[in-house]
């Protein structure tokens, strides 16, 4: 099992960055793909960014392509959403998930493991 703890979340003004980390118990993050989620109020949960196990390869949601960047430190079973130009549509509480796969997924019910979600709030 992981436990993963987000964290990096705020208020921020729009055109404004943040950088979200995931970190993750446990000796086998490195074996789990990672992936960020959003869901703003009365929304559903929606997928932003994965990566893969060994991190050379990302994938960004076209919401957010540009702007967001994700990226993972295995020494330190840490992963990262680096959000920049921020708009007041990004407001949502961010989570971190993973699943024991190499592939990255965009739905929900691939992933095992998810972490309790940090608020972003993005003012106009």
């Known amino acids: 099992q992981v436990q993963l703890v987000e964290s990096g979340g705020g208020l921020v003004q729009a055109g404004g960055s943040l950088r979200l980390s995931c970190a993750a118990s446990g000796r086998t993050f490195s074996t789990y793909t990672m992936g960020w989620f959003r869901q703003a109020p009365g929304k559903e949960r929606e997928f932003v960014a994965g990566?893969?196990?060994?991190?050379?390869?990302?994938y960004v949601a076209d919401s957010v392509k540009g702007r967001f960047t994700i990226s993972r430190d295995n020494a330190k079973n840490t992963v990262y959403l680096q959000m920049n130009s921020l708009k007041p549509e990004d407001t949502a509480v961010y989570y971190c998930?993973?699943?024991?796969?190499?592939?990255?997924?965009?739905?929900?019910?691939?992933?095992?493991?998810w972490g309790q979600g940090t608020q972003v709030t993005v003012s106009s």
């Open positions: 998930a993973a699943y024991g796969s190499g592939t990255i997924m965009t739905k929900m019910s691939w992933y095992d493991y």
């Open positions: 990566i893969t196990r060994s991190g050379d390869s990302t």
